[in-house]
Nanobody, 123 residues
Framework: QVQLVESGGGLVQTGGSLRLSCAAS???????????MNWYRQAPGKERELVAA????????NYADSVKGRFTISRENAKKTVYLQMNSLRPDGTAVYYC?????????????WGQGTQVTVSS
């Protein structure tokens, strides 16, 4: 059974930093390596939004405009883990952050979600 488990959330002051981790289990690192990995967040009363994405090989990343230059997504396939380094946090970064894994091919789509980790940025 595939599981994604996020960690690293917490309470931080404006301008502070946090590093989120998402550890995958239930498949080998070679299978993990073919998944595109994403971080989403959902603030109270708002829709879930894509924050950062990294391709399966790690060669390409993409960020929401609101976090560009402050957040960095990375992955270690051997550890089956993806990270989100968040710097210069602002109160609008308060949300539950979710890890997401997606792999498509041969007409099929495989997608998994973590349970989320709370990030609270105090002003």
């Amino acid at each position: 059974q595939v599981q994604l488990v996020e960690s690293g959330g917490g309470l931080v002051q404006t301008g502070g930093s946090l590093r989120l981790s998402c550890a995958a289990s239930g498949f080998s690192f070679s299978i993990f390596s073919i998944y595109d990995m994403n971080w989403y967040r959902q603030a109270p009363g708002k829709e879930r939004e894509l924050v950062a994405a990294i391709t399966s090989g790690g060669g390409s990343t993409n960020y929401a405009d609101s976090v560009k230059g402050r957040f960095t997504i990375s992955r270690e396939n051997a550890k089956k883990t993806v990270y989100l380094q968040m710097n210069s946090l602002r109160p609008d970064g308060t949300a539950v952050y979710y890890c997401n894994a997606v792999q498509t091919g041969r007409g099929r789509r495989y997608e998994y979600w973590g349970q989320g980790t709370q990030v609270t940025v105090s002003s």
